[in-house]
T-cell receptor, first 113, second 113 residues
Framework: DVKVTQSSRYLVKRTGEKVFLECVQDMDHENMFWYRQDPGLGLRLIYFSYDVKMKEKGDIPEGYSVSREKKERFSLILESASTNQTSMYLC????????????FGPGTRLTVT | AQSVTQPDIHITVSEGASLELRCNYSYGATPYLFWYVQSPGQGLQLLLKYFSGDTLVQGIKGFEAEFKRSQSSFNLRKPSVHWSDAAEYFCAVGASGTYKYIFGTGTRLKVLA
């Protein structure tokens, strides 16, 4: 079974802090994704990566950056956390040639105070 | 613009009753369509997908969905709901030529004993 893990289930940070959210997948997937999930808004794509060191902006990249130095790991970075970034963050990965079959991690609930 | 609409925010059914969750999409070409389920505190799990071919798609956990091009719909059904089906359900459209999903805002299902 595909396993996508996220470094933390719950995280509390202060405004202005730099925040790192880590995602690791164990199935050699090329494609990885970061979403945020907010009530009434569904899931919105922040960034995705289709290869090591490759990244593309999603629908809401402002205030975020990403890093993919190794195939199995995709990090989401909040350079200076703000309260409007309080949300559930979901990571996903998908196999090569099957970008639509995404497997999701359990999510990180981030609270910025 | 591409969009996905889930018109029901909440649905309550009795255990053993049938279920239909609605999903309508707006897309210029043949869409790739998906249903995901999210149990409380969990990530998203793929229930089923439609790419082409037979318009009635079988998924896991006894769910099925029917693609109706004339109605731009991809409704999810289950003949007899179990208490463990209580969760949030997301419909998604895959955008051809990209890696992006467009998610609906979700339908939260409550099951009465």
């Amino acid at each position: 079974d595909v396993k996508v893990t996220q470094s933390s289930r719950y995280l509390v940070k202060r405004t202005g802090e730099k925040v790192f959210l880590e995602c690791v997948q164990d199935m050699d997937h090329e494609n990885m994704f970061w979403y945020r999930q907010d009530p009434g808004l569904g899931l919105r794509l922040i960034y995705f990566s289709y290869d090591v060191k490759m990244k593309e902006k999603g629908d809401i990249p402002e205030g975020y950056s990403v890093s993919r130095e190794k195939k199995e790991r995709f990090s989401l970075i909040l350079e200076s956390a703000s309260t409007n970034q309080t949300s559930m963050y979901l990571c996903a990965s998908s196999p090569p040639g099957q970008a639509y079959e995404q497997y999701f991690g359990p999510g990180t609930r981030l609270t910025v105070t | 613009a591409q969009s996905v609409t889930q018109p029901d925010i909440h649905i309550t059914v009795s255990e053993g009753a049938s279920l239909e969750l609605r999903c309508n999409y707006s897309y210029g070409a043949t869409p790739y369509l998906f249903w995901y389920v999210q149990s409380p505190g969990q990530g998203l799990q793929l229930l089923l997908k439609y790419f082409s071919g037979d318009t009635l798609v079988q998924g896991i956990k006894g769910f099925e969905a029917e693609f109706k091009r004339s109605q731009s719909s991809f409704n999810l059904r289950k003949p007899s709901v179990h208490w463990s089906d209580a969760a949030e359900y997301f419909c998604a459209v895959g955008a051809s030529g990209t890696y992006k999903y467009i998610f609906g805002t979700g339908t939260r299902l409550k099951v009465l004993a």
